[in-house]
């Protein structure tokens, strides 16, 4: 009679893990999928709110590197030179200036990725223009974001006093005589990216304020979060 017991007890005890079981492998499957688009070409493999200021280099021998050398495309810039970005990066930013052209307004990619080489070319030339660093921090080879491949310089195309539609690039400044730059800033986050380097977070961040500098983190989600709360990647990231 104890052993049928017994037997019976653990029947019991199989049901209800199986059931458990069941339930949670369903929690799991039923659990709201990533909704961005461009969710499939997110690599598994990088970190997509990887910080890189003057406290923490890029590491050029990484894994991150390595992966990301293997997940880079081309896309044209507003010159029509083909600019290496990280594929996630690019097909988000595709969709984004497909939402902002259905708003009238058309943005593009300056520059994206960068080499060692590239940002050392960057540095020298804005280094050595009157003035520059009096007014702007020209980032040092090694310790900017360009070489993620998940930092975008945005222009916009924008007539100018004349009537005559040229490419701006979005300084502080033009952001209070462009009304089409509140709209990229507001749209951003719809899109997977946030203001890298907002204006009053210049203590925290290392730089000046850049609202031509957008930055891809992965999901619209993350995006959101960072941008609703007034937040910078570092305070997001570290907490600060």
């Not at 975008?152 to 462009?178: C, F, K, M, S």
């Given at each position: 009679?104890?052993?049928?017991?017994?037997?019976?007890?653990?029947?019991?005890?199989?049901?209800?893990?199986?059931?458990?079981?069941?339930?949670?492998?369903?929690?799991?499957?039923?659990?709201?999928?990533?909704?961005?688009?461009?969710?499939?070409?997110?690599?598994?493999?990088?970190?997509?709110?990887?910080?890189?200021?003057?406290?923490?280099?890029?590491?050029?021998?990484?894994?991150?590197?390595?992966?990301?050398?293997?997940?880079?495309?081309?896309?044209?810039?507003?010159?029509?030179?083909?600019?290496?970005?990280?594929?996630?990066?690019?097909?988000?930013?595709?969709?984004?200036?497909?939402?902002?052209?259905?708003?009238?307004?058309?943005?593009?990619?300056?520059?994206?990725?960068?080499?060692?080489?590239?940002?050392?070319?960057?540095?020298?030339?804005?280094?050595?223009?009157?003035?520059?660093?009096?007014?702007?921090?020209?980032?040092?080879?090694?310790?900017?974001?360009?070489?993620?491949?998940?930092?975008?310089?945005?222009?916009?195309?924008?007539?100018?006093?004349?009537?005559?539609?040229?490419?701006?690039?979005?300084?502080?400044?033009r952001q209070q005589t462009i009304p089409f730059f509140k709209t990229l800033h507001e749209n951003l986050a719809d899109y997977g990216f946030i203001d890298r380097y907002p204006a009053g977070k210049e203590k925290v961040t290392g730089v000046p304020c850049e609202p031509y500098e957008i930055r891809f983190v992965g999901t619209s989600q993350t995006a959101h979060e960072?941008?609703?709360?007034?937040?910078?990647?570092?305070?997001?990231?570290?907490?600060?």
């Amino acid at each position: 009679m104890k052993i049928k017991n017994s037997i019976v007890k653990l029947i019991l005890w199989l049901v209800v893990f199986a059931t458990l079981f069941s339930a949670t492998c369903v929690a799991t499957f039923a659990a709201a999928p990533n909704p961005d688009p461009w969710a499939k070409a997110i690599d598994p493999n990088l970190n997509y709110l990887l910080i890189v200021n003057d406290d923490h280099p890029y590491d050029f021998t990484s894994a991150y590197d390595i992966f990301l050398q293997k997940d880079l495309v081309y896309a044209a810039d507003i010159y029509g030179y083909a600019t290496p970005i990280e594929k996630a990066a690019f097909l988000a930013f595709s969709q984004l200036q497909v939402a902002l052209k259905e708003k009238g307004m058309t943005i593009g990619l300056y520059s994206a990725y960068r080499t060692k080489d590239d940002q050392q070319w960057v540095y020298d030339y804005y280094s050595n223009l009157p003035g520059w660093s009096e007014t702007n921090k020209v980032v040092k080879p090694g310790y900017s974001e360009h070489h993620t491949g998940l930092l975008i310089n945005v222009v916009i195309l924008y007539p100018d006093e004349n009537g005559n539609e040229i490419w701006y690039t979005e300084t502080a400044e033009r952001q209070q005589t462009i009304p089409f730059f509140k709209t990229l800033h507001e749209n951003l986050a719809d899109y997977g990216f946030i203001d890298r380097y907002p204006a009053g977070k210049e203590k925290v961040t290392g730089v000046p304020c850049e609202p031509y500098e957008i930055r891809f983190v992965g999901t619209s989600q993350t995006a959101h979060e960072i941008m609703d709360h007034g937040l910078c990647l570092e305070e997001y990231v570290y907490g600060q």
